[in-house]
C-alpha cells in the first residue's frame, strides 16, 4: 500500500469512527490530521511501526480503539532522532530539552485544561524528566491526538481515547503488590472525571478500560504469534528502527551488526512473558488471555535461544574479521546481500558440508535449529532470513558446546583484545571450516581483478 493509499484509509477510519463517537466527521481540519498520522508514521527509521501497524493496532476494535490506534505512535523520540516538526506545534509549550533528554515544562503563565488531563492520566508532573522507556512516546502522542481532535470530538470521548493510548506502555508489572497498571488507569479516569465534571459511571469506566487492555494487547499481539518463525521476523523488523547504521546494506560492519544483536539478545532476555499481555475483568476470556501467555513465553524462549546462536556465530565473524581491519563490514566477509546468480560469491556456498551433522536433543533445539536452516518467515531489507554460519556451528558442534562460547563472546564484545581467548573456545574443526570457505571467497575476489 503506497502513501496516498494509507491516506485515504487513515482519513476513512477517522471520519468513520469519529461520527460513530457523535463527533464533526466532516470537519475540514480531518484531511490534515490524517496527513500529520502518515506522515508522522513513515518516517525515514520507520522500518515496523509504520501505518500498516497502527491499521493492525486498530483491527476489529470500537471507534475509540481505532482512533487510539491511529495516534498512539505518532510520537517515537529513539526511533525518528528526535520529534517529527509537523507534531512540534502540539508540543513545544510543554517540554524542554536539555542534552538530548526531554522535561515537562510549560510555558510561563500557559494554563491548558487539556495538557492538564494528560497529564493526569499518564501520572506525570512539572519538572518530571521524560523517558522513553517509561511512557514518553505514549503520553506526548497522547497530547497530540487530544491537541488534534478539539473541537470534533467532545471532552469525554478525547479522555477515552488517551486512555487507551496510556495503556500502551508496554511491559509492566503490577504498580502495586495488588494493583495492576490497568487497575491504576481505572482510578485515575474516575478522578479526571470528577475533575472535568464528565460523571463517567464505574461500569462507564471499565468498559473504557477494557478497550484500552484491547488497544494494548493487539499492540504487541505479535508476542502472541502462533509460528515462532513469525514473532522473529517482526523481531527483525524491530532491529534497524533503534539501529540506524542497518540502512546502509551491504555497508554496516560487523560489529554494527552484533551490537544490533546483542542489544535485542539483551532486551529478550530481560523480558518476562507475565508483563507483556494484560486482563481487565473479562477483556480478554480467560481462555484467550491463558493462549496468549503460553504462546508468548514459548516465543521468548525460542528467541532466546535463537539470538543467542546467532551472536555467537557473529561473535566468531567479528573475532575473525579483525584480522581485517577494525570496521569491516559484514558484506566484505560473508559477501553483498545474495542477488540472482552471484550465489558463488557468498561465504556460505563454500562452508564445507557437516559429516554427521548434530541432531536435536528437544523439540526446543529442533525448532530454533529448523529456524537457524530454513530461517524466519519474511525477509528483511538489510539480511537474509537464514543464519549460514550459525547453522554450520551447531551442525558440527552440538548446541551445548556452542552455547558455551556465550561467556568468551560476551568477553570479547566487553573487551576486543580477547579475541584469541574467543577463537581458541571455539572448536577447532569449525574455525578450519569458516576459514577455508574465507579463502576460497577472497581467492574469486581477486580473480575479479585478473
Same mark, same amino acid.
Given at each position: ?13 477517522? *471520519? @468513520? %469512527?469519529i461520527? =460513530? ?5 466532516? +470537519? ?5 490530521? &490524517?496527513?500529520l498520522? !502518515?506522515?508522522?508514521?513513515?518516517g ?9 501497524h ?49 522535561s ?24 518530571? *524528566? @521524560? %523517558?522513553?522507556? =517509561? ?5 506526548? +502522542? ?5 491537541? &488534534?481532535?478539539?473541537? !470534533? ?9 488517551a ?9 509492566r ?26 460523571h ?50 551491504n ?15 539483551g ?38 535461544i ?11 565473524l ?64 538489510y ?68
Amino acid at each position: 500500500m503506497d502513501a496516498s493509499a494509507h491516506l485515504a484509509r487513515c482519513l476513512n477510519e477517522l *471520519k @468513520l %469512527s469519529i461520527a =460513530a463517537l457523535g463527533g464533526d466527521a466532516e +470537519s475540514s481540519k480531518l484531511p490534515g490530521v &490524517a496527513a500529520l498520522i !502518515i506522515q508522522s508514521m513513515t518516517g525515514e527509521w520507520r522500518s515496523f511501526h509504520t501505518p500498516d501497524h497502527i491499521f493492525e493496532v486498530g483491527a476489529g476494535g470500537s471507534p475509540t480503539e481505532v482512533i487510539a490506534a491511529l495516534f498512539h505512535d505518532l510520537v517515537y523520540v529513539q526511533v525518528d532522532s528526535g520529534i517529527n516538526l509537523n507534531l512540534s506545534r502540539y508540543l513545544t509549550p510543554f517540554l524542554q530539552e536539555e542534552s538530548g533528554v526531554l522535561s515537562i515544562q510549560v510555558q510561563e503563565g500557559l494554563q491548558d485544561p487539556d495538557f492538564e488531563m494528560c497529564l493526569q492520566l499518564f501520572g506525570f508532573s512539572y519538572g518530571q *524528566k @521524560l %523517558s522513553p522507556f =517509561a511512557g514518553q512516546n505514549e503520553f506526548l +502522542s497522547a497530547l497530540v491526538a487530544v491537541k &488534534a481532535l478539539k473541537g !470534533i470530538l467532545p471532552l469525554a470521548q478525547l479522555v477515552k481515547i488517551a486512555a487507551c493510548i496510556e495503556a500502551t506502555i508496554p511491559f509492566r508489572g503490577p504498580v502495586a503488590p495488588d494493583k495492576t497498571c490497568s487497575q491504576q488507569l481505572a482510578e485515575r479516569l474516575h478522578a479526571i472525571s470528577d475533575h472535568c465534571g464528565l460523571h463517567f459511571s464505574t461500569a462507564e469506566i471499565d468498559q473504557v478500560v477494557m478497550k484500552a487492555v484491547s488497544v494494548a494487547n493487539r499492540d504487541v499481539g505479535n508476542f502472541a504469534s502462533e509460528d515462532p518463525a513469525d514473532f522473529l521476523s517482526n523481531t527483525w523488523n524491530l532491529i534497524p528502527e533503534t539501529n540506524h547504521e542497518l540502512a546502509q546494506i551491504n555497508v554496516f560492519t560487523v560489529k554494527g551488526y552484533r551490537n544490533s544483536l546483542q542489544k535485542m539478545e539483551g532486551f529478550l532476555s530481560f523480558l518476562q512473558s507475565p508483563t507483556v499481555f494484560r486482563q481487565y475483568l473479562t477483556e480478554p476470556e480467560d481462555a484467550e488471555y491463558a493462549k496468549m501467555q503460553q504462546n508468548c513465553a514459548r516465543n521468548l524462549e525460542i528467541a532466546r535461544i535463537y539470538l543467542r546462536a546467532k551472536l555467537i556465530s557473529i561473535g566468531l565473524l567479528e573475532a575473525t574479521s579483525l584480522r581485517l581491519g577494525r570496521n569491516t563490514s559484514l558484506a566484505a566477509l560473508m559477501g553483498k546481500l545474495p542477488n540472482e546468480g552471484d550465489d558463488n560469491m557468498q561465504l556460505e556456498t563454500h562452508l564445507p558440508p557437516v559429516a554427521e551433522p548434530y541432531q536435536p536433543q528437544t523439540p526446543q533445539e529442533a525448532l530454533v535449529m529448523d529456524l537457524i536452516h530454513r530461517g524466519r518467515s519474511a525477509e528483511t531489507h538489510y539480511d537474509v532470513k537464514h543464519s549460514p554460519v550459525a547453522d554450520y556451528m551447531i551442525k558440527q558442534m552440538g548446541f551445548q558446546p556452542m552455547m558455551a562460547l556465550l561467556a568468551p563472546c560476551r568477553e570479547f564484545f566487553n573487551d576486543p583484545s580477547r579475541e584469541q581467548a574467543l577463537l581458541d573456545a571455539c572448536d577447532p574443526v569449525v574455525l578450519k571450516g569458516i576459514y577455508a570457505a574465507l579463502r576460497v571467497l577472497y581467492t574469486l575476489r581477486a580473480k575479479a581483478f585478473a
